[in-house]
C-alpha cells in the first residue's frame, strides 16, 4: 500500500513538471481576458504605426459609446497621426501594465516607442454586467477610456499596477 502512494505522488510531481510547471513561483497564471485584451490594444497600436489611424480607432472602439462622440473621435485621430513628427518613427510597443479592478474593468497601459520619445497610451475597458450571463461567459468588453501623453515620471509614482 505504502508503495502505491510513492508512485502516485511521483506521478503527480512529474505531471507538475511536464504540464503546469510553466509558471515561475510567485507568478500568476495568464489571465485570458488581458490577453485577448491586450491582443486587441496591439493591433491597434500597430495600426498607429503604420498610419492607418481612422480604421484603427474604429476597430478598437467597436462597440463603444466613444464612436458616438465623432468631434472627439477627430480629435484624437488628428492627435495620434502628429505623433511620427513629434517624436519621431515608430519603433516598439510594450505593455506596462494591465490589471481587472473587480470583475468588469480593466486598466491597461502601453509604452508607443519612438525614436525621440516615448508615449504612453492608457485604456480603460469596461464590461456591463449581465444578471442572466456569468460573468466568464460575457466577452463583451468595450473601450470606455483611450488616451495618451508623455508624462513618463507619472510612470514610476504608479509603477505598483502591474
Request: a neutral charge; proline letters at 5%; aromatic letters at 8%.
Amino acid at each position: 500500500m505504502v508503495q502505491k502512494d510513492w508512485v502516485a505522488v511521483g506521478l503527480l510531481a512529474l505531471a507538475a513538471c511536464l504540464g503546469g510547471g510553466r509558471i515561475a513561483p510567485g507568478e500568476e497564471p495568464a489571465d485570458p481576458v488581458v490577453e485577448a485584451l491586450g491582443a486587441r490594444v496591439s493591433r491597434f497600436l500597430e495600426g498607429v504605426s503604420r498610419a492607418t489611424t481612422q480604421a484603427a480607432y474604429q476597430e478598437l472602439l467597436a462597440g463603444s459609446p466613444l464612436l458616438k462622440q465623432t468631434k472627439a473621435i477627430e480629435t484624437l485621430v488628428t492627435k495620434t497621426d502628429e505623433l511620427k513628427d513629434r517624436y519621431g518613427l515608430y519603433r516598439g510597443l510594450e505593455r506596462i501594465s494591465a490589471r481587472h479592478v473587480g470583475n468588469d474593468l480593466v486598466l491597461m497601459r502601453y509604452l508607443y516607442k519612438c525614436e525621440n520619445s516615448p508615449v504612453v497610451f492608457y485604456f480603460t475597458f469596461y464590461r456591463a454586467p449581465r444578471p442572466e450571463t456569468p460573468a466568464e461567459k460575457n466577452d463583451n468588453w468595450r473601450v470606455i477610456i483611450v488616451r495618451f501623453d508623455t508624462e513618463l515620471e507619472l510612470l514610476g509614482l504608479t509603477a505598483s499596477l502591474k
